[in-house]
């Protein structure tokens, strides 16, 4: 009996990475049509997801190259950086999906009905809403919910950190 193995690598652009079953599922999802997304080149973004978890995975880093005294280092960093990379990508594959993107109108008739003076928030909607014309799926979620987020502050001038605004999006 013959055995073959069967590599867990491939070449895109002249570069290795992972395959796509190696993935988290929702990339795999997006890679074959099955996920809600509106990605203009789904393909493309798919790649960059393999080509970023195999060099994180791999510890295929620069750093490794320009440091030669931390190169007993990479096994361990390569661990650590191919946990993250694998959270990072599920993270951002799901910030991908079109009901994770905010509801314009719907933020609209909030403010709407809160029947106060909401012009400061207005106009943080329409730039939101100028973003999205101009970008539309092509940047995760997050994008406009970071921007969005002071119009659900109590007071949209309140300075608070990024992090305590993605928490509560």
Known sequence: MLLLEVSQTEAIAGENAVTISQ????????ATGESNVALSEP???????????YKLEQGDLDLFN???DIIHLKPFLAQLFGQLARETLEFYGNEFLIE????FTEILRQ???KKIHFSDELKVLSIGIDLFQE?????PASFYQV???????DHIFAGRALRFDMMSA
């Open 111 to 113: 403010l709407d009905s």
């Open 66 to 68: 320009e440091r030669a």
């Open 100 to 103: 994770n993107y905010p509801e």
């Open 147 to 153: 921007h969005l987020a002071p119009i659900f502050r």
């Open 23 to 30: 993935l988290p599922v929702v990339w795999q999802n997006i």
């Open 135 to 139: 970008f539309g799926y092509e940047v």
């Open 43 to 53: 393909k493309s973004y798919v790649q960059m997801a393999q080509l970023f978890q």
